[in-house]
């Protein structure tokens, strides 16, 4: 992707270079990893795959209405701005077990093991399988914000109406 430099003049090539390895430096996000024993590292499945595949490091029974907290052997290490989030697998929402607090947000001061919390929604026991991809994870930036107290908000049209307000 071709991205626009902001305005500013260089002085030699070697700062222009220092710009560019700034932006790039900028665009790829390094995590770093840590792996309990026979944790599997997470994986994109496909080059245009948005999150990557997380696996059960253990052999649970999931009953039919509860959720659990499913260990996966991953600790991370995010930038600071950054986070974690935990996403279903479609694969699995089919089958009606899905990830219960979802998006999870994994902060960037966390560092313990990262645990996924499946929810089975389905009519029957489900076997959670150690090794077996159990949800995605999918990494963003986080903005800054700062929260501003006021007595009064600009008016819009919609207003305070919602559930449903805009149309099913």
Known sequence: MIQKLPDFTFVTYED??????EIIERDNLLVKVKLEKDAILPERKSEGAVGYDVCSN??????????WPIKTGICLELPEGYECQIRPRSGLSLKKITVNNSPGSIDCDFRGELKVILINHSLE???VEKGM???????SRVLNTALIKVKKLNKTKRGNKGFGSTGL
């Open 16 to 21: 222009l270079c220092n710009k560019i390895n």
């Open 125 to 127: 026991n489900f076997y």
């Open 133 to 139: 991809r159990i949800a995605q994870l999918v990494f």
């Open 58 to 67: 253990e052999d649970i029974w999931i009953s039919p209405g509860n959720c």
